[in-house]
Each structure stands twice: as structure tokens, then as C-alpha cells.
């Protein structure tokens, strides 16, 4: 079975720290995504990464970056933490549409419920 | 733009009767489409995924894809109260599956005991 791993389940940092949160998969997947989930907002894609070092924006890049050194650890960083970061997020990873018979399906993390105060 | 769009519900279903969800995307491109189940509070957990025309079955739930209307939708057979959840339905972009997947932004299901 698929395993992605979330750092924290919940999280309250206070305005303007520096917040990392980090992803681990056990698959060998070559993708990773970040996302957010509000409520009537659905998900959104923060930013994904299809190797090593590589780094894609997704829908919603602003305020955030991200680090990805090894195949199974991907980070989500969040330079100066504002309140309107509040969110549920989620990190998952795939393989492409395919390779090894993928067909792009991802698989999700815990998720990781921030509060920015 | 690519979209998928849902009706958000809440869709009320009986306990054992059949559930029907639907979904349209705009990309016509796109050739994988996942239904994810979401818990309240919880992350969202792939229950089917569908890619040729037609249906596909898995247990009580069956998929089906209509490709020239931009169709998909999930039947849930034998509708269970722990059902009750919000139904995600997601399609790859064109072009695979690097770029992720677009999502809708879910149905919520009850179902009534």
C-alpha cells in the first residue's frame, strides 16, 4: 500500500514565523503535490514537483515555496505566515499517467490543519 | 481554463438504495478520472478510477465514463450510512499525469438511515 506521511496532523504558528511542513512517501513515486483545502474552495494546487530538485507553480504559488532534495521527501514552506494561511493541507504523489501502469492516480497524506494566529 | 464541475449537494439518499453522483469536465484531453472519497476532517481516499468509455465495477460502487459528453459518474449500490461523505471527482490534464489532476470541489452525500 501507498504510505504519504504529513509531519503534523495540526499546527498553530503565530503571524510572520517561518513554517515548514513536511511530506514523506514510501512508493517511489516520481510526483508530489502540495495542496489547500477550504471549505466551498475545494483543493488547490499550491505547487508539485515531478523529480528531484524540480519544481513546478501551481494555481496558488503566492506566499509559499518549497523544497524537494530527495525522490521521497517533498516540503511546503511558508516564509512569513499570515493569517489568511489558515487552511487544511495536503501533500500527495503519484505516478505519471504511464509509468509502471499509473494512470496519474495520487494518493493523499493525513493532511496537516494550520492555524496562523 | 480546465474545470470539474459537481452539484455540491447534499444529495439525501436512503439506506439501500442506489446513489448516483455525476461530474462534467471541460477538457476534453484528459484521460484518467478518479472518484476520491473525503471523511469530514479527513484526507481524501481514492475509491475508483475509470480511463476507456463505459463502466467499471468495484464492489457496490461502478463507474462510468462517457467520453463525447464529458461524463463521469459514480453509482453506489446499497447505500450504507457510512457512505455519508463528500465525493470528489478528479481528471488528469492532457498531455499526463505530471501536471496533477483537476478537481471538483465534491458532493456531499447523506445517507439516511
Known amino acids: 500500500d501507498v504510505k504519504v506521511t504529513q509531519s503534523s496532523r495540526y499546527l498553530v504558528k503565530r503571524t510572520g514565523e517561518k513554517v515548514f511542513l513536511e511530506c514523506v512517501q514510501d512508493?517511489?513515486?516520481?510526483?508530489m503535490f502540495w495542496y489547500r483545502q477550504d471549505p466551498g474552495l475545494g483543493l488547490r494546487l499550491i505547487y508539485f514537483?515531478?523529480?528531484?530538485?524540480?519544481?513546478e507553480k501551481g494555481d496558488i504559488p503566492e506566499g509559499y515555496s518549497v523544497s524537494r532534495e530527495k525522490k521521497e521527501r517533498f516540503s511546503l514552506i511558508l516564509e512569513s505566515a499570515s493569517t489568511n494561511q489558515t487552511s487544511m493541507y495536503l501533500c500527495?504523489?503519484?505516478?505519471?499517467?504511464?509509468?509502471?501502469?499509473?494512470?496519474?492516480?495520487?494518493?493523499f497524506g493525513p493532511g496537516t490543519r494550520l492555524t496562523v494566529t | 481554463q480546465k474545470e470539474v464541475e459537481q452539484n455540491s449537494g447534499p444529495l439525501s439518499v436512503p439506506e439501500g438504495a442506489i446513489a448516483s453522483l455525476n461530474c462534467t469536465y471541460s477538457?476534453?484531453?484528459?484521460?484518467?478520472f478518479f472518484w476520491y472519497r473525503q471523511y469530514s476532517g479527513k484526507s481524501p481516499e481514492l475509491i475508483m478510477f475509470?480511463?476507456?468509455?463505459g463502466d467499471k465495477e468495484d464492489g457496490r460502487f461502478t463507474a462510468q465514463l462517457n467520453k463525447a459528453s464529458q461524463y463521469v459518474s459514480l453509482l453506489i449500490r446499497d447505500s450504507q450510512p457510512s457512505d455519508s461523505a463528500t465525493y470528489l471527482c478528479?481528471?488528469?490534464?492532457?498531455?499526463?499525469?505530471?501536471?496533477?489532476?483537476?478537481f471538483g470541489k465534491g458532493t456531499h452525500l447523506i445517507i439516511q438511515p
Open positions: 500527495a504523489s503519484s505516478l505519471s499517467f504511464g509509468e509502471l501502469a499509473g494512470f496519474g492516480e495520487q494518493y
Open positions: 512508493m517511489d513515486h516520481e510526483n
Open positions: 514537483s515531478y523529480d528531484v530538485k524540480m519544481k
Open positions: 477538457d476534453r484531453g484528459s484521460q484518467s
Open positions: 475509470i480511463y476507456s468509455n
Open positions: 478528479a481528471v488528469t490534464h492532457s498531455g499526463g499525469g505530471a501536471d496533477g489532476l483537476t
